[in-house]
């Protein structure tokens, strides 16, 4: 990646998930277990992955893997080895949480992400930066997360503060959206909501990287028997 790819002079990074399915075998379905919303002998064992890419070239840093009942956040925790202080991440809803952004600014990252349905934010509230762009301040859940230990949810500050964009989206044919994004780029000047948005929306490519490594390369179902055979298969794609 030349400076001139670069977003402001920093690197951005974009990470998502996705799933692949494997043999029914005991010991498959025993370290990735199928959904449970299907019934024994109705479905196959699937293994959530993480991957850890870069916007400007397309390659893949890094990766992470768990059972489909790991949360996406927890994987987010596993690659932040791979970012370097200075790095912006962008995600989508599924990472958006009061401990992944504590934990993205720690380690000297940014983040812009699309807003978890599960909060809601009023933008009445907050300090006003600008037409639908505000700071608002977020409160520590009640009560810890299934994805933390009791050790991370008490060393949790009481509150942090993250800005909050609202975008129009409208596309001819289609019904007019509104998109809400969060990030802890505060700075209204440096970091103009537009930006921001543009920025956002080039996470989509990442679904792109996924299908080369899924479908061209043939990782959508793999084929070997046990979990070390598959995590292998997983290394070779």
């Not at 990735?32 to 992955?49: L, V």
């Not at 768990?66 to 690659?79: A, D, K």
């Not at 809601?120 to 299934?146: H, M, Q, S, T, Y």
């Amino acid at each position: 990646v030349t400076s001139a790819q670069l977003w402001l002079e920093r690197r951005v990074r974009v990470i998502d998930g996705t799933t692949v399915s494997m043999p029914d075998t005991p010991v498959n379905q025993k370290k990735y277990p199928q959904p449970s919303t299907q019934k024994p002998g109705c479905g196959f064992p699937q293994m959530r992955i993480a991957g850890l890419f870069s916007l400007a070239s397309g390659a893949l840093l890094d990766h992470a893997k768990s059972s489909i009942q790991v949360h996406e956040s927890i994987l987010l925790g596993r690659l932040m080895p791979a970012l370097a202080k200075g790095d912006v991440i962008l995600a989508d809803r599924g990472f958006c949480s009061f401990r992944s952004f504590h934990k993205i600014a720690r380690a000297g990252v940014d983040a812009l992400m699309r807003l978890n349905g599960a909060r809601k934010v009023d933008f009445r509230k907050g300090k006003k930066l600008g037409p639908n762009d505000r700071l608002i301040e977020w409160k520590k859940p009640a009560k810890c997360p299934k994805s933390c230990t009791q050790e991370e949810f008490d060393a949790l500050p009481d509150t942090q503060t993250l800005r909050h964009v609202r975008l129009i989206v409208s596309a001819r044919g289609m019904r007019t959206q509104t998109i809400t994004l969060v990030t802890t780029l505060l700075d209204p000047t440096a970091y103009p909501l537009q930006q921001l948005g543009e920025r956002y929306f080039q996470r989509w490519s990442v679904e792109l990287r996924f299908r080369e490594i899924k479908i061209t390369l043939g990782m959508d179902v793999l084929r070997c028997q046990t979990p070390a055979m598959v995590e292998k298969e997983v290394m070779m794609h």
